[in-house]
């Protein structure tokens, strides 16, 4: 933290404005955050351990049965894998074996919590080895960042459910090379892993070629001791692991099966099989381990040793025979590594992990046939990508420690002065980052989705609301949609270009409008996003507190569904959608509210009256497809129309008016500029071209200037219906 003289100086204020009260807030702020963390860490854990629990015993813990049901491992006198699912290698059968059967009562229970043990202790190891220097920000926080992180991630909800033993080994392996001291220890642990999952034996040429090759030994050593152990003891199910099934290959589901991440099954999906694709297979694994191993060497000798075991750890995913879905936690272990020199650019990779390694699949991409490929195949590109692919910084580049850093607006008197000044809060100046603003809103959408499928009322309920809707529009002389409706079925042209457009343009005209202001008006973009965003939000809420039926599923209105065609109201589930989404959701009518928020995005922003013009019709032509098809109720297109105008508001209030923000502020200017203290260790990422300091002119100077030369409602009357060409960067 900075001292009190540094700060006066820096900024250009007298002492007293910053020093140690500012401190002492900082801190306080710190400690509040880190509590914060650990409580969400706490909370889902809590919940994963509920969501287990409340599963039928017959669902959960179902390869744990391996070992406990009537044929499984404690009992069966025969083979372990003729006449169990089990496929773990013969060192761990030999291990749990034994198990008595008081043990194994209290296995289940103490499974699950001790999976949760394995987690944190995961967690705390991972944030202790992150590759230094680390401030002191980052290290306080990263071990609940951590654990909440693991606990969501796809690899530990499923050895949760199923019963899995995949963490040992990651465990294991982390003790091996950042908590136990020597390297004959440190090897035996990494050994120890690799009997129980043999692509850890990969970890030892990372050994061997960082000059631990004591450690690469003991590792060999203990793998084949362990391995020698199981095949004196079981040397039955040793033959049929290793060679009957090629080292547990052939073990669990099927090989060409979504469950496994591995280049293998990739090949065996795209329909290779045979000799052919077994020396595909062969020839890509080897050219993967041999430029995985090559980068995490490389990586480990720039000091980042778990960049390094996270890279080995996908270059095992992929090139073993079988990756199961619980094997997969070392991809997530990936997202240590930062890449690009911006630092808006440094959220990308990390973001991209996270929602690979937490959400399913199907979120991740659109669900459309030329994109299955992808989808089927996601973690696995995420690995080879970690593994190959992602040119993760040096810690000797020029911009690891300061990236380039972000340029904002200066604070406008617009917004709401009590406010955090929190990251999406502030008036970014440049255009996000198109790889995660892709990605984020194909997630925002498949949320959105999901939770308007998941605000579904009952039918009863919902013909209820559709009475009380009719029944105000009736009081209020405005329920014309019976008339609409029946006009429009008469003219047959006229029906099929509102079916057209009510099925056409609701997906395409935002999207289109979001491209060209990324494009060419990246301030505006941000600006028209986030009022969206906070409009469809409010929809939500909308549909989850008032579920309504449209006119065209009200039993005895008499409408006619000119889109899709006639309903059978005598079954419970009628509705030509019902099997796809929420029939319900129809107040507020986001049909209106996202055209409308199209007409005045393009009113404000286009330089031509006509161009104005041609966007309002959008939302006309919108509002008469709705209610002309029987689609909406005209009090559901008002609804659209409120939480858009609430969208544009509280975008107002949060962000300031939409027009010139004055000049563009580095992140630790922003802070300056609201009278808060800017650490020294910033002081040079913000530097400006030429390496000339910007505080040659103080900054809250500079931004006083700004906001007391310009007047609010004068920029707000400006920012909704004028012109500027300030938007372009």
């Known amino acids: 933290m900075a001292n009190a003289e540094h700060s006066g100086q820096a900024a250009g204020a007298p002492a007293g404005v910053f020093g140690p009260a500012a401190d002492d807030t900082t801190r306080a702020r710190l400690r509040a955050a880190r509590l914060g963390l650990w409580l969400i860490a706490v909370v889902l854990a809590v919940r994963q351990v509920a969501v287990v629990l409340a599963t039928p015993r ?56 001790g999976t949760l043990l394995l987690v944190v202790a995961l967690g705390l190891i991972a944030a202790r080895a992150l590759p230094q220097p680390t401030g002191r920000r980052t290290s306080l926080l990263a071990a609940p960042v951590a654990i909440s992180l693991l606990v969501l991630s796809l690899p530990v909800r ?32 990494v050994g120890l892993a690799a009997a129980l999952q043999p692509t850890v034996l990969l970890f030892m040429p990372l050994l061997w070629f960082t000059d631990r090759r004591r450690a690469a030994l003991t590792t060999g050593t203990t793998f084949a001791v362990c391995t020698a152990l199981a095949w004196a003891a079981l040397p039955h199910d040793s033959r049929t692991y290793w060679v009957h099934h090629m080292a547990g290959a052939g073990l669990g589901g099927r090989a060409d099966g979504l469950a496994n991440q591995s280049l293998h099954g990739a090949l065996l999906r795209f329909g290779l ?76 990779w990390p973001v991209a992990v996270v929602l690979v390694m937490t959400l399913p699949a199907k979120m991740m991409l659109p669900n459309v046939p030329v994109m299955h490929p992808l989808r089927d195949n996601v973690v696995l590109l995420a690995a080879l990508a970690a593994a190959t692919a992602v040119p993760f910084l040096s810690r000797t580049a020029q911009y690891y420690q300061v990236p380039i850093p972000t340029e904002y607006a200066a604070p406008a008197p617009g917004r709401l002065r009590h406010l955090p000044p929190a990251p ?4 970014v100046l440049t255009r996000p980052n198109l790889l995660l603003e892709l990605l984020l809103i194909r997630v925002t959408y498949a949320l959105y989705s999901s939770v308007r499928l ?16 009719h029944s105000i529009e009736r009081a209020l002389s405005i329920d014309i949609e019976h008339w609409a409706n029946h006009a429009v079925v008469k003219l047959p042209w006229l029906r099929h270009f509102l079916g057209f457009y009510y099925e056409s343009f609701h997906f395409v005209m935002p999207l289109t409008i979001l491209a060209v202001l990324y494009a060419r008006r990246p301030v505006d973009y941000r600006w028209a996003r986030t009022a969206l965003g906070f409009a469809t939000l409010l929809g939500l809420l909308g549909f989850w507190l008032y579920p309504l039926a449209p006119p065209r599923l009200m039993p005895g209105f008499g409408f006619i569904d000119t889109v ?14 019902t099997a796809v989404t929420n029939q319900y959701a129809a107040m507020p009518s986001l049909h209106f509210g996202w055209s409308l928020w199209c007409g005045i995005v393009i009113a404000v922003v286009a330089p031509k009256w006509w161009m104005k013009a041609l966007g309002l019709l959008h939302p006309l032509f919108t509002v008469s497809a709705i209610v002309a098809t029987a689609n909406h109720w005209v009090l559901d297109a008002v609804g659209g129309a409120v939480v858009v105008g609430a969208g544009f508001g509280l975008t107002y209030l949060l962000q300031g008016p939409r027009d010139e923000p004055g000049p563009r502020l580095l992140r630790g200017e922003v802070a300056a500029a609201g009278g808060q203290e800017r650490p ?46 300030h938007g372009k960067t």
């Open 58 to 113: 017959a669902d959960r813990l179902t390869d744990l049965e391996t070992w406990v049901g009537p044929n499984g491992v404690l009992h069966v006198k025969g083979s372990l894998y003729d006449s169990t699912r089990f496929t773990g290698t013969p060192f761990s059968g030999l291990v749990l074996r034994p198990l008595t059967k008081a043990a194994q009562q209290a296995l289940g229970w103490g499974w699950i919590f």
């Open 158 to 189: 499923n050895t949760l459910w199923l019963g899995q033993t995949s963490i040992i080994p990651v465990l294991l392996v982390l003790l091996g090379l950042f908590v136990v001291r020597g390297q004959r220890t440190g090897g035996a642990l």
């Open 273 to 348: 099989t045979g000799p052919a694709e077994i020396s595909l297979f062969l020839a890509l694994g080897a050219a993967v381990a041999a430029l995985g191993l090559r980068r995490a060497v490389r990586y480990a000798r720039d000091g980042q040793l778990l960049l390094a075991v996270a890279i080995t750890g996908c270059t095992a995913v992929a090139v073993s025979p079988t990756a199961w879905q619980h094997q997969l936690l070392w991809v997530l272990l990936a997202v240590v590594g930062r890449v690009g020199n911006r630092a808006s650019d440094r959220y990308v």
């Open 424 to 427: 999406f809060l502030r008036r």
């Open 454 to 469: 998941a605000a579904k009322g009952d039918r009863a309920t919902a013909e209820a609301h559709g009475h009380e809707i």
């Open 564 to 577: 899709h065609g006639a309903q059978d109201f005598a079954r419970p589930g009628y509705g030509a959608m």
């Open 680 to 725: 020294p260790d910033r002081v040079e990422r913000e530097r400006g071209e030429g390496g000339q300091d910007r505080d040659a002119v103080p900054v809250v100077h500079r931004a006083e200037d700004v906001i007391l030369g310009l007047g609010r409602t004068g920029r707000l009357v400006e920012g909704l219906f004028g012109w500027n060409h």
